[in-house]
């Protein structure tokens, strides 16, 4: 969130007009979209992002607890009483619990928690018949209730979930148009600038080389002209010289 609203700040004072508008546009989306993510963050959090944390870990500790009170507990529970059809229905209706619990965070169908639902209820009506150890059967029942209402707890933070993702993927979609048309027109400056920057450079060179020759030119002038000044009046003192040598002593010393 943080990068990108520098990028924004960025392009905003780099175009003008209607891309203008669009950017701050995008902000105002992001702004939306940062918002609705960090509430879906919070929920996920109380969800649990893995089942080592939040509802998740409550629900899979409960379901290990039921497993627990059924496969061992019961079994090694003194008397004959845990072989009595009333015991057998209930372990068949936690088994069939644990199926629809299953069944139902894989696949997210509300009639599959209503037969949770209705497990349950029919469990705590055959509990109420069996004959069992007062603290087993209290512990039994506290187990299964957890583990209910745990997986209610689930359904309901998994609904609260998902109108936020599906908010975020319309708000990301709906931004998606204006920020690829952002990207063409910081491209098409990004061509003319650097189409300019070339033109420039080779105007540069070109002037550059222009001077050089100029400078030559102008030092093989100078120079001409210094050779020129030195040569003329040595060889007008030369011609000079000469006519003294044959005899003439009336022509004048320059």
């Keep these: 969130r943080k990068l990108a609203g520098q990028s924004l700040d960025l392009l905003e004072g ?3 007009g209607a891309e203008r508008k669009e950017v701050v546009a995008l902000r105002d989306r992001l702004e939306e979209v940062a918002h609705s993510f960090s509430d879906l963050v919070r929920e996920q959090k ?7 944390d939040g509802i998740r870990k409550r629900l899979q500790e409960s379901g290990r607890n039921v497993e627990r009170l059924v496969n061992i507990d019961i079994n090694k ?11 057998q ?17 894989l696949v997210r169908k509300e009639y599959l928690g209503q037969l949770f639902a209705s497990e349950f209820s029919r469990f705590n009506k055959i509990a109420e018949d ?3 150890p007062a603290a087993l059967k209290s ?6 209730k957890n583990y209910a209402t745990a997986l209610r707890e ?9 109108p936020y993702v599906v908010i975020i993927n319309l708000e990301i979609e709906q931004m998606l148009p204006s920020a690829n048309g952002v990207i063409q027109t910081v491209q098409q400056s990004a061509a003319l600038s650097s189409a300019a920057l070339t033109t420039s450079q080779s105007r540069t060179k070109t002037f550059i080389i222009g001077v050089g020759i100029a400078a030559v030119l102008f030092g093989l002038g100078f120079s001409w002209l210094i050779g ?10 030369g011609t000079v010289m000469k006519r003294l040598a044959d005899g003439d002593t009336s022509t004048g010393i320059p």
């Design 130 to 132: 069996v004959t069992m």
């Design 228 to 237: 020129r000044s030195i040569t003329q009046p040595l060889n007008g003192l």
């Design 14 to 16: 780099s175009l003008a």
């Design 154 to 162: 689930w359904g309901e933070t998994v609904d609260k979930i998902e």
């Design 139 to 144: 512990e039994l029942l506290g187990a299964v």
């Design 89 to 105: 229905r209930m372990v068949a209706a936690l088994l069939s619990m644990q199926r629809h619990e299953a069944n139902y965070r």
């Design 46 to 52: 109380t969800l649990g992002f893995t089942d080592d």
């Design 77 to 87: 529970a003194e008397g004959d009483w845990q072989r009595a059809p009333q015991v």
